[in-house]
DNA sequence: GACATATTTAGATATTTGTATAAATATCTC
DNA sequence: GAGATATTTATACAAATATCTAAATATGTC
């Protein structure tokens, strides 16, 4: 299991960008104005989340919109139920 | 989702004490030997997940034995599988 | 090409974190 | 209680990280 995946997971700002993009897809603009942070931090966490594989980029015209990679969130969970049983649940 | 836990699976010397722990409760010094780094580094690991509780710890005489908290680990999964859908995987 | 908008990259800084060594605490045995 | 073993806590430090401002890059419009 890649170890910038869980560093990716680890901030508060990343988990929250990737809940938003749950409901669509989102501009980095759209997301950036979601937070109380500079324009310039959120493209940093972007980086980190794209680095990771959770999130995929396309440029679209002068934006840039970034989408949920669903595959690696399988492989999350497919890690923890396997190592950790955790498939039992209610 | 607390952030704790998300920072406690960040380091990859906590994700092997946790699958070590996968197998059967270990003292910290059992634990402590599987890994290159010092005594008091490790303990400070287990502190971590302690404080995230991923794991428990018993004293048992001069030992302290530690077990994995499953019922975290199975938030863990639910978090994931209800917000990011991957629960459709092969 | 000049200018505006969208986004990233570069450089700086303060905070957090992983590790180490040394000291402290807890239990056991004598 | 003195000494041995097991573990944690305290302190220090280097590396990683989150944030900022400013500069750079890319696209669209005139």
């Known amino acids: 299991m890649d170890d910038s995946l869980f560093r990716a997971l680890a901030d508060p700002t990343r988990r929250k960008i ?5 409901a669509k897809d989102l501009t980095a603009g759209e997301i950036a ?3 109380p942070i500079a324009f310039a931090s959120v ?3 972007l ?3 794209k680095a990771a594989d959770l999130v995929a980029a396309e440029r679209e015209g002068q934006f840039i919109r970034y989408r949920l ?3 690696v969130f399988q492989e999350v969970v497919r890690y923890f139920m396997t190592r950790f049983g955790g ?3 209610a």
Chains 1, 2 share one sequence.
């Open 47 to 49: 980086g980190v989340l």
């Open 33 to 35: 104005e979601q937070f």
């Open 87 to 89: 498939a039992n649940n």
């Open 18 to 22: 990737l809940e938003l993009l749950t």
């Open 43 to 45: 493209s940093h966490h």
């Open 69 to 71: 990679n669903t595959t």
